[in-house]
Each structure stands twice: as C-alpha cells, then as structure tokens.
C-alpha cells in the first residue's frame, strides 16, 4: 500500500525546516517545492509528502477523499507556545507572526490578514486529532527543541518508528538547494540554529508574554502539559522583573484585530509524550455503550482480568476528553484489560454495578482481578471491587468522597458533583473486601491527604504517599520512571520488602504511611 505522510501542527514550529530535511534525505517518497493542502494530492499513485500546518484541521477530510487508497502517518509538529507567541515571520515584520486566538495568513501574492487560527485553536485540533481515532499506528509528535537540538536522533526515531529510509543527515539540510517557496518561511537558510530557543525570555519579549497569557490564562495549562513548565513561577518572576523596570502591560495588538474567538480559550488536554512516542494506540474494541456506560477492552492470554476505571479526563478550558489509561499493562502479559467510563462523571452514582459484573464476567471468568484507577477512576476501582470480585485494587490519587457534606474541603470537583442527582453511594464507606488488597496511592498535599485520612485502617489496606504538587500522581510517577515498575509490582502482589526502592520507607521519592510501615515491622 502506498503512503502519505503528512506535517501538520503548529505554525512557526519548524515544520519547513523539518520538511527542507526530509526533501534532502528521505527516500522513496514525491516532495514539493511549496507548501501545499494533503487533499489537493492524495490521489496522485505512489508515495508523498506534504507539509501544511493547518491540515491538522482537515484530517477527516483528507480521509474521506483517500478512501482507504493509501496509510496516511501524521507528524505533528510542537513547540514551546512562548516561542510561538513570539515568533516573527518578512511578511509582517511589524508584529508578532502568531497570537493565543488568531495568526496572519500570508497568502502569495495578496496583502497578509490576521484571519487565520491562532496557538489554541491549533492546540485544540491537535488534541481532537490524537484521540480520534484517526491514527490506529500512532501519531508521531516532534518538538522543535528535540529537533534543533540533536537532528539525527530524530532522523532515526523516525527510520525506526515509522519505517522509514534515509540518505545523508538532516543537519546537512542547508547544503542542499531550497526552493525559493520553502525559503520564505526560513526567515533564511542557515545551519541549524539552538539559539532560537527561549528567544520569549529576552527583555523585548516581556510585555508580549504577560499580555498573552494574562488574557489567555488557559496558555498556563497548555505549557504545563506540553511539558515546558511544572508550575507558573516562571510567569511570576517575569511580572516581577517587568514591574521592576517599569514596562507597562496593554494589549500589543493592532485594532483592526478581531476580539478573542470563545472557541480559542477552548482546549483538550491529552498527556503529551516525549519526541518519538506514539500517543495514539491501536482503537480499543467498544464492548458496550450507553448513555453512562462505555466499556472497552483488549483481550489478553495471561492469569489476570484488568479493569481500569478511567478518570474524568484531561480538562483544560472546560473541555474534557475522557480515553483508556494506563494501557501499556495491556503489552505486559498479565492479561485482558477492560476499560470503563463513568460518561457522566458521576463517581458511579449513575453507574449499575451489577449490569458491570454481567459485562464483564466472561472476561473475568478463571482469572484474578485487578481493578486499577486514577482520581475518580480511583474512587471507583476502590468502589467496585467487591461487585468485580476483585483480589487486589490500585488506585492512584483517589477521592473518598465528592459530596458537599462529606468532603466540604475538596472543592475541585464541584462542577460535576453539582450535576449528581441522586447519590447512590455518597462515600467509599462499606466498599472494601476483607478478600481484597488495596493500595492507595496519594500525592503529598493537604487535600489529598485529607481524603487519605478518611479511608479505613486494615491489615489489606495499604497506603503510599508521594512527594508531588500535583494531583495527578501518575503524571508524576511516570516523570521520573516510576510508574509502571510500581504498577507491575503491585500487581504481581510483591510485599513491602520486594516492592521497587523508592516505595520502601525513608525513601527519597517515596515514603509508606506511618501506620503501614509500623505494620511492616
């Protein structure tokens, strides 16, 4: 079968340097001399390459019009949103190229407009993008940094990952000769150049910075995720040093510009991977839906039943996108592993437990069951697991409670609790199995552990503590290589002593609560 791959993400993220790369070295593949719509050539035999940013929008399309013709990859391209906000394009050399809600559209030979998507609209389709589906082998993200920063690890993530080959080196792009359309966007052909990096932090640069992100407060999440920043100290210091030297803050934008689109303060968040990674996987079978319900799984050989409970999805400018979690146990061996969505978020008030165990029970069938989750997905690995007949449940920052009476220190999660009509089950009391071990996994900040402290003291009860500031511990587990050595051992029923290091007391990144280690001896 022939192919298309196509490049598409942000503008101003180095996807024509990255395509002057491939036109010098990949072969096997047509490439063009301009920039050019995937659409506008799908149909042509063999295989091709384009490159256009703003087909991260036009995906659907595009596979409509190939029609199953050809495999169709997506390179998306990614880049800090600071540098992007801050990027300078010949064509308007008198303003910032890309703002939060729109950018200017450059059309050849006609006069430039500020009319085209901006970074959060972009984000946003991008996100749409990795979790629809569209992309069973996986989509390739490619950060800009990665890219200038070593070009030939790139290369060969990419010969590697989507079997692809290659003549000569991507840092030997500028020997070759670019066309004239594939100039423009270069701002000048040169060697690459990694002092184009954090070019945002140069004192020009503050006033534009605070300006965005003052009237777009969304950008803080986005460069969270996206991996820039871990908190927003480096906004505050640079508030800090503008005040200091007087710079006054206003909007740096022209008036013709139209005001922010409702749409562009409107992103989904995905959990973002290093440059390389798949963040799309093989579509999950659906097993079951309804209107609260959904159920998903993959089937497995070995002794265990997984049953994941997912969260409520990763949220950012009210905008949530619920997909499996913690699916990699699924190459692991350990089993099937089911995948089940409280599609209304409703912490199972919603949920049927004995339509759950009717579903699932062929796949539990002769196998020891694991129910696993985070956040609400904790709450209801921990809730279900006596209807599942579970022998151990992992849950990972979960809640005790969302109700207003029983939790009133815990105001996260108000919006979805306020749409809990009935509360079937208002707390986790009466939900733990003397049959089943539990290990409770909590971030070390007041409110979770004010939740930690609610759940009962037993002998199958077990509970860890993560030094962390954030509520996903997960996200922070996997930061430093840590979570599925955990998950793994936890499910091979490992004790205290045979558990990985840091889970051991004293730890450095872990330590067992007091109760649990007195228990240990």
Known sequence: MDRHIVIAGQGRSGSTLFYNMLRNTLQGYGMFDREV??????????????????????????????????????????????????????????????????????????????????????????????GSGLFPQGIFFLKYEDLVRDPEAVQQMLAEGLGLSFEGRFSDFHKAEIPQRLQRALNGVREVDTERQRKWAKPEHRARIIDQFTRFPVLHDVLKQLGYEEDQGWFEDLQREGQQEGVAVKAAVPAAKPAPAAAATETTQSALPVTGSILDHPAIPVLYEDATLKLSGIEGSGPQCLVTFVGVGHGLGGIDQQSEEFRKLSSGGWGSQLFVF????????????????????????????????????????????????????????????????????????????????????????????????????????????????????????????????????????????????????????????????????????????????????
């Open 37 to 130: 719509p995937a659409a506008s050539v799908i149909h042509l035999p063999g295989n091709q390459c384009t490159k256009r940013p703003f087909d991260i929008f036009d995906l659907p399309k595009l596979f409509q019009a190939n029609q199953g013709r050809k495999r169709i990859d997506l390179i998306c391209m990614l880049r800090d949103p600071r540098d992007i906000l801050t990027s300078r394009h010949r064509s308007v050399p008198d303003d910032y190229f890309v703002a939060a809600d729109n950018c200017w559209f450059v059309p050849e030979g006609r006069v430039p407009a500020f009319t085209a998507p901006g970074f959060l609209p972009v984000h946003e389709a991008s996100m749409r993008v990795s």
């Open 342 to 521: 409280d599609k209304t978020r409703s912490w199972g008030n919603a949920l049927d437990p004995e339509l759950l165990a009717r579903l699932t029970a062929p796949h539990r069938a002769g196998r020891k069951v694991s129910t696993l989750g985070l956040s609400m997905g904790g709450f209801l690995a921990a809730q279900m697991s006596r209807p599942l007949g579970a022998a151990r449940c992992i849950a990972l920052a979960p809640q005790y409670s969302v109700h207003p009476e029983i939790a009133p220190f815990d105001t996260r999660w108000t919006r979805y609790s306020e749409q809990i009509s009935t509360w079937r089950q208002p707390s986790l009391m009466g939900s733990f199995d003397g049959a089943c071990r539990y290990e409770l996994i909590f971030p070390d900040l007041p409110v979770e552990l004010a939740h930690a402290e609610r759940f009962p003291k037993a002998p199958n009860i077990r509970r860890f503590t993560v030094p962390s500031d954030n509520h996903n511990v997960a996200a922070t587990l996997k930061a430093r290589g840590q979570l599925y050595p955990l998950l793994e051992a936890l499910l091979r029923e490992d004790e205290a002593g045979a558990l990985p290091d840091f889970c051991t007391p004293g730890a450095a990144a872990w330590h067992v609560a007091p109760e649990v280690a007195a228990a240990a001896g």
